[in-house]
Each structure stands twice: as structure tokens, then as C-alpha cells.
């Protein structure tokens, strides 16, 4: 079992940065592949990004270049750097982690991107 608590979101100006950060507690955090997944109003949960337990990564188009994932093992921590910010990545950003078929997600952070 994995319990999962993100924070940093917030209120950000178009163009602005927001580093989200998921901490893990309760099993071997090294071993599980890390996601970010968003969600806006009235949409589906999509996956953002993505860090397996080797660390390859995955971003999905509409964020590359633009947002960064990383994780410290050491820490049980799993971050998300989000640069250049547009209003369209406004969504409830959740931090999940997969391992052996199964999967655990945290309660999700706000993140509002508005002038």
C-alpha cells in the first residue's frame, strides 16, 4: 500500500512556473513507476508525465519542452517543474504511482492558470 500527498499548486499567471511535488509513504518508492496525470472541468484524467522505477520518461505533446519530471528516491518524492504556463493547463494535477498492476493516486492539487 502507497499513500500519496502532492502539493504546490496554486494561482500562476500565463507564462509563469509551478513546481508540484508527491510525496510517498508506505512501501519501497523506488520500485514504483511515477505519474502526473491532469484533469480539467468536464474532461477526462489524461497522464502528463510519467518516470518509471528506471527512470525513462514519458511526457505526453501538449507538455514537452515545457514541463519536467523528476523523482528523489532518497526522499520518496516525485516532482513536476512546469514552465511557460498557458491557461489551457488549468486542471487538478494528481501524482499516481504504479507497480505490478497496481495503482495508488493522491487526493490531487489545483493549478489555475489566469491573468
Known amino acids: 500500500q502507497v499513500q500519496l500527498v502532492e502539493s504546490g499548486g496554486g494561482l500562476v499567471q500565463p507564462g509563469g512556473s509551478l513546481r508540484l511535488s508527491c510525496v510517498a509513504s508506505g512501501s519501497t518508492f523506488s520500485n514504483y513507476n511515477m505519474n502526473w496525470y491532469s484533469q480539467a472541468p468536464g474532461k477526462e484524467r489524461d497522464l502528463v508525465a510519467r518516470?518509471?522505477?528506471?527512470?525513462?520518461?514519458y511526457y505526453a505533446n501538449s507538455v514537452k519542452g515545457r514541463f519536467t519530471i523528476s523523482r528523489d528516491n532518497t526522499k520518496n518524492m516525485v516532482y513536476l517543474q512546469m514552465n511557460s504556463l498557458k491557461p489551457e493547463d488549468t486542471a487538478v494535477y494528481y501524482c499516481?504511482?504504479?507497480?505490478?498492476?497496481?495503482?495508488?493516486w493522491g487526493q490531487g492539487t489545483q493549478v489555475t492558470v489566469s491573468s
Open positions: 499516481k504511482a504504479s507497480y505490478n498492476f497496481n495503482n495508488y
Open positions: 518516470m518509471s522505477s528506471s527512470n525513462s520518461t
